[in-house]
């Protein structure tokens, strides 16, 4: 198979993982919580595992697994907006920890604060009127950055 082939069913693979990843996540949030605080970061640090071959991808699951545990409801607008805002940044931190050490720091830059702005404004004013297409895109944008990217250090 040429390389450039090779490369697409390598992408083509991601996505879907990603699409179960942030499938979990939204099932996660309807009851289950364990696929969204567990199974959806462990099949995404395996993922990053297979493709980057480092053992970061592990810690950066273990360190999501631990995040996602967090609560983010609050009752005042206020309360909603820090939660979501500690939650978002902390989310997006540990999504980007590969990257991190990898120094691609638009990458690193662009996953923290697109998440944390996301779980700000879509979660507290949610424009979707629909918390399940909510919590699908939520869950994509913690997936897609970190999955996409993980690739075997050159």
């Known amino acids: 198979m040429k390389k450039e082939y090779r490369i697409q069913l390598h992408v083509v693979i991601k996505v879907i993982v990603i699409i179960i990843c942030a499938s979990l996540y ?4 309807i009851s289950h919580k364990y696929l969204r605080r567990f199974v959806a970061p462990f099949i995404c640090g395996v993922t990053m595992l297979c493709y980057s071959r480092s ?5 950066q699951m273990a360190f999501l697994m631990g995040f996602q545990c967090m609560g983010y409801g609050g009752v005042a607008l ?5 939660r979501r805002g500690i939650f978002g940044l902390l989310s997006g931190s540990a ?8 120094e691609r720091w638009l990458l690193v830059g662009f996953q923290i604060s697109l998440v944390t702005l996301s779980y700000v404004l879509i979660g507290v004013f949610n424009p ?14 913690i997936y897609t950055i970190p999955i ?7």
């Not at 629909?130 to 919590?135: D, L």
Request: hydrophobic fraction near 50%.
């Open 26 to 29: 939204a099932y996660g949030g």
């Open 55 to 59: 053992w970061l991808s592990l810690v």
């Open 78 to 82: 206020w309360q909603k907006i820090a």
């Open 95 to 102: 999504t980007s920890i590969l990257n991190f050490f990898r």
């Open 128 to 141: 979707f009127y629909s918390a399940r297409a909510e919590e699908t895109f939520l869950g994509l944008l």
């Open 148 to 154: 996409l990217s993980a690739e075997e250090k050159e």
